[in-house]
């Protein structure tokens, strides 16, 4: 790949018109900013301008290839293939592969444009629409959206030469991360990027993709609390899965419900689980934000919490058969077994001090070691588990009954 980012980097230089010396000068001058994104201690050699150069805008230029036309993707050797753009997209996400996000963040605003030609920064059309007025009284100095001419708005020239002023919100003032949600957006899940998002790096932006979008609480424990019953075993007790479609990696329980009689052998408890669809490059995306978790949000661990409590719930492969068959985990791997073998590989030295899930937990182990919970699902799951099987109990039920009574006029008789 380095003949090749080399490629995008000459690209890059000669579709904004800028000279290598600009590019190495520009990376020279943040260098201690960048080195402090980084944990440890570097050794710098003479090619450390260059190394960040090249790698800041082959990543660049190829978001800005991405963001073009699919049609001219067969002329580009990444995007033309899906494979490779998929190996480049994962190798992009590696915790220990990452740029700082506002160095290419600032590199784009220096020296690239956004996508639409048409849209400049307000401060530059300011000024353009300084030097129009001198000579067009009608036109105006300041959107109307904001008094004193903050930056909150684009100015955009018509093919007239008049300027029209629209409107945009604030948070939107990052044309790099429509570029960036544009080249991961299998992991957005549907969900965008506004409310001032602004990500570390990649990795970080596809934590903000997975992790739920509602604030949860979170209880540290000295002692962790015992490990929950696996799927097979709660199933068995009377625990229904239930697949969420929502995107976010999260784990909800219905409110138990029971009858009039508030009999204990009649709760029901649902555990809904977001669908975990498991592809080859599964295990790689998992564990580096699991990873940046561990190192970034000790007390905010979502991702982490997550599949904790899925590798409680997987045990061995009938596990993964219970939870494929109620539609929670989606296997594209084809092996029920590797599915079983991943989840509990994935949370092999995380630390489960903290976690959103410990209520959850506690309720479906007293839920499993209630008595009547137990044997009334048994009885459920072997005498009514579909319309014929409770048919035949209902009408052998019956049969039972009425021998039992003619047996007894027959004895008193």
């Known amino acids: 790949m380095e003949t090749h980012k080399k490629i995008y980097y000459e690209n890059f230089l000669a579709r904004f018109k800028k000279s290598d010396d600009e590019l190495k000068q520009f990376i020279k001058t943040r260098q201690e900013n960048i080195l402090r994104c980084y944990a440890g201690t570097i050794e710098l050699n003479k090619d450390f301008e260059e190394i960040i150069a090249v790698?800041?805008?082959?990543?660049?230029?190829?978001?800005?290839?991405?963001f073009n036309d699919p049609k001219n993707h067969?002329?580009?050797?990444?995007?033309?293939?899906?494979?490779?753009?998929?190996?480049?997209?994962?190798?992009?996400i590696l915790f220990e592969n990452q740029l700082p996000y506002s160095l290419l963040q600032e590199l784009y605003q220096n020296f690239a444009?956004?996508?639409?030609?048409?849209?400049?920064?307000?401060?530059?059309?300011?000024?353009?629409?300084?030097r129009q007025s001198s000579t067009n009284h009608d036109l105006p100095h300041c959107s109307p959206c904001c008094g004193h001419c903050l930056p909150c708005c684009w100015w955009i020239p018509s093919k007239d030469h008049s300027i029209e002023i629209v409107q945009v919100e604030p948070d939107n003032d990052d044309p790099l991360l429509k570029l960036?949600?544009?080249f991961f957006k299998d992991y957005s899940r549907g969900k965008s990027v506004k409310n001032g998002v602004r990500p570390k790096h990649f990795t970080d932006l596809v934590r903000h993709f997975l992790r739920p979008d509602k604030e949860m609480v979170f209880k540290h424990s000295s002692t962790p609390i015992k490990n929950i019953y696996a799927a097979r075993k709660l199933k068995a007790s009377g625990v229904k899965f239930r697949p969420l479609k929502d995107g976010h990696f999260i784990i909800e329980k219905d409110e138990a419900t029971k009858c009039k009689l508030n009999l204990a052998c009649f709760i029901n408890m649902d555990l809904k689980l977001?669908?975990?669809c498991v592809k080859d490059?599964?295990?790689?995306?998992?564990?580096?934000?699991m990873a940046l978790?561990?190192?970034?949000?000790?007390?905010?661990?979502?991702?982490?919490?997550?599949?904790?409590?899925?590798?409680q719930l997987v045990d061995i492969v009938e596990d993964v058969d219970l939870l494929v068959e109620n539609k929670v985990i989606l296997n594209m791997l084809g092996s029920n077994e590797a599915v079983a073998k991943l989840v509990n590989r994935l949370c092999e030295q995380i630390m489960d001090d903290k976690s959103c899930y410990f209520d959850i937990c506690?309720?479906?182990?007293?839920?499993?070691?209630?008595?009547?919970?137990?044997?009334?699902?048994?009885?459920?799951r072997v005498y009514f588990k579909d319309l014929w099987t409770g048919s035949s109990t209902v009408v052998g039920v019956f049969v039972l009954l009425f021998s039992i009574i003619g047996t007894i006029k027959s004895l008193m008789s």
Request: aromatic share 14%; hydrophobic share 35%; glycine share 0%.
């Open 74 to 92: 067969e002329n580009d050797y990444i995007l033309r293939s899906p494979w490779l753009r998929k190996a480049v997209e994962q190798d992009l």
């Open 180 to 182: 960036t949600y544009e």
């Open 274 to 276: 977001t669908q975990f």
């Open 281 to 289: 490059e599964t295990e790689c995306v998992i564990r580096n934000i």
């Open 293 to 311: 978790e561990q190192f970034l949000y000790p007390n905010k661990p979502y991702i982490c919490n997550y599949f904790l409590l899925m590798d």
């Open 362 to 380: 506690e309720q479906l182990n007293k839920h499993h070691e209630n008595f009547w919970n137990l044997h009334v699902a048994t009885l459920k």
């Open 55 to 66: 790698d800041a805008c082959f990543i660049i230029e190829l978001f800005l290839m991405n």
């Open 113 to 130: 444009v956004p996508p639409s030609s048409n849209f400049q920064p307000w401060k530059e059309v300011q000024e353009q629409a300084d």
